[in-house]
């Protein structure tokens, strides 16, 4: 008997085996939140932008590696952290929602909440071109539309039907009239704008912390910047065996070949022209400013260590072919001592400041790039389309992010600056 015991006994011993092993063993389910993506893209069960005041929206974020998201991103309404990934929309107003995770910040969505007894006022763009269509909508409680029902007035004078042009530039006010039970009523009025983009120049200095008569670009640069706003500015640091330099740029040398720097210092307006000693700053200001026909925005969100970027570009007449973007992030306020020829020339704003200057400040130091040195192909852009990019980065951890900047620059194909952008790290820089 002892054998057919053991026998039943080991049977049953293996079974129990094979069941709790079974029960320990993990579904091979993918991790969510695993951060296999660059981009995020929110989205809501909202069939329009319009909503009621009380009414709910589920928000959902996909990544663009397929993957859902919602679950681990943090939603924000109006820069305000929510919880969870619903919120309800207890107040009328203009509400904007974007989420992020692991220092990725999505797309940003846009609602208008609406008082269920009044008419709301739409307006499709609320900082136009010149010579840009906006358009004006109203609708009822439920979303409807009910343009048809309404007489718009800009500025106080009627127009016709609901849309309004400009030529000029200036700020607008824009309001309806509709009529319930025979009583005139009127809606909120809101503002729009229309601009003409002024063109930003683009002043790039090849320098180096050995170079001796490098602080004169740096000086001229200083006097342009008091002289316009309108330049957005590079310095592109190139080492040397006998004087490293802790800012070397690893593909200065690229540049340098593509634009014909030999050595330094050098200066070049717009990427290819020769800005040459004395760094005359009228040749700059000469442009800047100007008009032209087509404007840049940047937008960023630094989330730890991750930097999240959007570009527009917006076109009058439509892109050119060959239209590139090149995305810069570049610092400021960085210390190290800067070798000094002009230390015994009292004509020189470095006179007697020292050889090398101790801690000289280098600012707009090109740092990154975020695309192609030389740009990244903008695809065919119809007139008063815009053209969107955005970018993801890990910023280094011995950067000084409150002392980051953008600079985005559209280069023809023949690699010249047409106008460019510049704006802090988490700063929101509209088209201008």
Known sequence: MKPHYFSRLFAV???????????????????????DFTVLVISS????????????????????????????????????EISGSSYVFNTAGSYDIYASHLGVTSNTLSFDVIDAAERTLLIDNKKALRNQTTTFTMVDADGNDVTSEATFFVNNTEISGNTYTSASAGNFDVYAEYEVS??????????????IPLRKVVLEDYTGTWCGYCPSVAA?????????????????????????????????DLLQAEFGVTGLPA??????????????????????GEETDFAIAINSQLSGSTLSVE?????????????KLVLYLIENGLLHDQVNYYDNDPTSPFYMMGNPIPNFEHNEVLRLSLTDIFGDAI????AFDTYNASFSISIPSDYITQNLELVAMVVSDDNTARNSQHAAVNEEKEFE
């Open 13 to 35: 011993l293996t079974i129990l085996t094979v069941l709790i092993s079974c029960s320990k063993k993990e579904e091979n389910v993918p991790l969510q939140g695993g951060g």
């Open 45 to 80: 069960d909202s069939p329009d932008n319009v909503l009621v005041v009380d009414e709910t929206v589920t928000f959902t974020v996909m990544g663009d590696d397929a993957v859902d998201y919602t679950n681990d991103a943090v939603f924000y309404v109006n820069q305000t």
């Open 182 to 195: 025979g009583t005139t009523q009127t809606t909120e009025t809101k503002s729009f704008s229309v601009f």
């Open 220 to 252: 001229a640069i200083v006097e342009a910047h008091a002289a316009t706003e309108h330049i957005s500015v590079v310095a592109i640091h190139e080492t040397a065996n006998s004087y490293p330099d802790p800012y070397h740029f690893p593909q200065v």
């Open 267 to 288: 200066a070049r307006i717009n990427r290819t022209t020769t800005w040459s000693d004395p760094y005359d700053v009228s040749e700059v200001t000469a442009m800047a």
């Open 311 to 323: 570009v527009k570009v917006i076109y009058e007449n439509g892109s050119v072919p060959g239209d």
């Open 379 to 382: 695809p065919a852009t119809d």
